[in-house]
T-cell receptor, first 115, second 113 residues
Framework: AQTVTQSQPEMSVQEAETVTLSCTYD???????LFWYKQPPSRQMILVIR??????QNATENRFSVNFQKAAKSFSLKISDSQLGDTAMYFC????????????FGQGTRLTINP | ETGVTQSPTHLIKTRGQQVTLRCSSQ?????VSWYQQALGQGPQFIFQ???????GRGNFPPRFSGLQFPNYSSELNVNALELDDSALYLC????????????FGQGTRLTVV
């Protein structure tokens, strides 16, 4: 069974700082997708960034980038120049390429950006 | 293009009752998945529907059931509600059955008293 672990329940940084959220996962699959989702108080899960396991290059979306270490089964999210609107719960999630579109989520990290 | 919409947004039910939650998938998406998110937890996969058939199920009892309609909208039904069923229920739609990203609705907050 696949599992996703986020070891940082809460983090807090000042606006404009850089912050890194950690995620590790466990799977016997070789091909899969990894995601970071953001859940603000509005409750809607918003996709932040996606990484295909077969791609060696780390994904980047504007201020958001990942450090994907396949051998270590690690998938961290770096947020540069953090903004007040980045305050939210962040979830790391995993899904296989085969089978149902089943996302396995971590427990989440509550990120607070302070002015 | 409309996103994923869920109704109702909030609901209060009594233990033992039955509830139906609804989800309209994003235009062009034929796959709908349902998740249960307890307070302070990550979402847990309930099941997925692809072209009107159940296509995968998580570790939930049979009193959790669903439907998908020809327009790809979906319902989640929960019978014999228990207090532990209190949670945020999220619907997600995808443009394909496997892999790729899921697009979520704003959820239905169910409280069982």
């Amino acid at each position: 069974a696949q599992t996703v672990t986020q070891s940082q329940p809460e983090m807090s940084v000042q606006e404009a700082e850089t912050v890194t959220l950690s995620c590790t996962y466990d799977t016997s699959e070789n091909n899969y997708y990894l995601f970071w989702y953001k859940q603000p108080p509005s409750r809607q899960m918003i996709l932040v960034i996606r990484q295909e396991a077969y791609k060696q290059q780390n994904a980047t979306e504007n201020r958001f980038s990942v450090n994907f270490q396949k051998a270590a089964k690690s998938f961290s999210l770096k947020i540069s120049d953090s903004q007040l609107g980045d305050t939210a719960m962040y979830f790391c999630a995993f899904t296989t390429i085969q089978g149902a579109q089943k996302l396995v989520f971590g427990q989440g990290t509550r990120l607070t950006i302070n002015p | 293009e409309t996103g994923v919409t869920q109704s109702p947004t909030h609901l209060i039910k009594t233990r033992g009752q039955q509830v139906t939650l609804r989800c309209s998938s994003q235009s062009g998406h034929n796959t709908v998945s349902w998740y249960q998110q307890a307070l302070g937890q990550g979402p847990q996969f309930i099941f997925q529907y692809y072209r009107e058939e159940e296509n995968g199920r998580g570790n939930f009892p049979p009193r959790f059931s669903g439907l998908q309609f020809p327009n790809y909208s979906s319902e989640l039904n929960v019978n014999a509600l228990e207090l532990d069923d209190s949670a945020l229920y999220l619907c997600a739609s995808s443009p394909k059955r496997t892999g790729g990203e899921a697009f979520f609705g704003q959820g239905t907050r169910l409280t069982v008293v």
